[in-house]
């Protein structure tokens, strides 16, 4: 049976090797990202897929566009929503704290997030695996915070952590899955040029993680490697 499957921030990086790799496996794809005159690479690979592959705008901090895409998805079973769009915020050391970008680079990653999930939680419990990926990164884990700084991004991410556990208990009677899952120091605008691995890897990785959910695991912090992530 097809999968459909929903990306947030498809564009390019992470989200757009989501879209090519579940496109490959014969999934349909609804592609989100804010400017999609401008996305080139998901614009061909929507072409080239032959309507398996639609691109659709979302601006994650825009309640309308988000309502526009659950009306696209009113009669549609959603299999896995990956919340993938993020933004790592201005920069953040101790005494020099952007509060205006904090508060925007919370929305993004934090509020965004769960209005996506609340608008589409019928969709995802008509669907078949029932899944809610929400990207998070082991920067925004408590117990794994060696290097201090980085505040705007670690906190959204924490945040998100807690949203993510919520929404595990609050879903778990329909039948959702919702985790945070760490995609690994991956080599991408946000992530820079020095990070451990590309897009490819992290995303099969993460789809390989995917496969094998179920409802026991809801409310994880999952590594890239499987494992739990201290919170």
Known sequence: MTETVVITGANRGIGLAFAQQYAEAGARVLAACRHPEQARELNRLAAKTRGRVS?????????????????ILSDTPVDILIN?????????AFGNTDVAGWMETLHI???APLKIMEALVDPV????????I???????????N?????YIYRSTKAALNAVV?????DLKARGITVVAQHPGWVRTDMGGPNGEIDTTRSVTAMRGIFEHLSLADSGRFIDIDGSDIPW
């Open 55 to 71: 691109v659709h705008p979302l601006d994650v901090t825009n309640p309308v566009q988000i309502q526009a895409l659950a009306g």
């Open 84 to 92: 993938n769009a993020g933004s790592y915020g201005p920069a953040s």
């Open 109 to 111: 990653n934090t509020v």
């Open 125 to 132: 419990a008509a669907g078949n695996r029932r899944l809610m």
């Open 134 to 144: 929400n990207l998070s990164s082991k920067m925004g884990s408590m117990g794994d």
């Open 146 to 150: 060696g290097s201090g700084g980085s």
């Open 165 to 169: 556990v919520s929404a595990a208990r």
